[in-house]
């Protein structure tokens, strides 16, 4: 799904956040250490190669909502936006984190002047943010910030399965009538 505002391409895929050759910066779903874990920052790192956690090493530790930017390595992408979201239930006001972390990464790339960005479903691995919440703040985030934006055009969401795909397309759907 594919959608236009304010000169900015929302798109939404299934697929793998380490295989998007065609986009400035991927964002990884990080940890407050920047290490490599499970999930996307796990699939991240094994791309990027040993460079990866060389690099972040001097940024850690994070906090939730933060993002920080680091070169791509052995990615096709020319950086990786490192963004900790909130653990549910733990780290709170959530919602307003999360949010933060979607916003902090769009900021990240406009002031290094990126055009395009990729964004996992931060939060709703491990940390056990429902994905349905999740997509909504994720996608009021880009469409609220897109009129704001000078560099970035393009803001993919790769989603790791189909449910995930639906349900953002679904609030897409429902955020632009």
Known sequence: MTYETDGVTI???QGDITNQPDIDAVVN?????????GGVAGAIHRAAGPGLARETRPMAPIQPGEAVISGGHDLPNDHVIHV???VYGRDEPSGELLRAGYENALDLAE??????????AISTGAFGFPLEPA???????????????????????VLFDNDALETHRSILSDLTE
């Open 29 to 37: 779903a990080a940890n407050a250490q920047l290490r490599t874990g």
């Open 11 to 13: 798109e939404l895929v």
């Open 111 to 120: 002031s290094n002047e990126l055009t395009s960005i990729a964004f996992p």
């Open 135 to 157: 997509a909504q703040i994720a996608l009021d985030a880009v469409l609220s910030r897109a009129g704001d934006l000078e560099c970035v055009r393009r803001v993919r969401f």
């Open 84 to 86: 900790l979201g909130p």
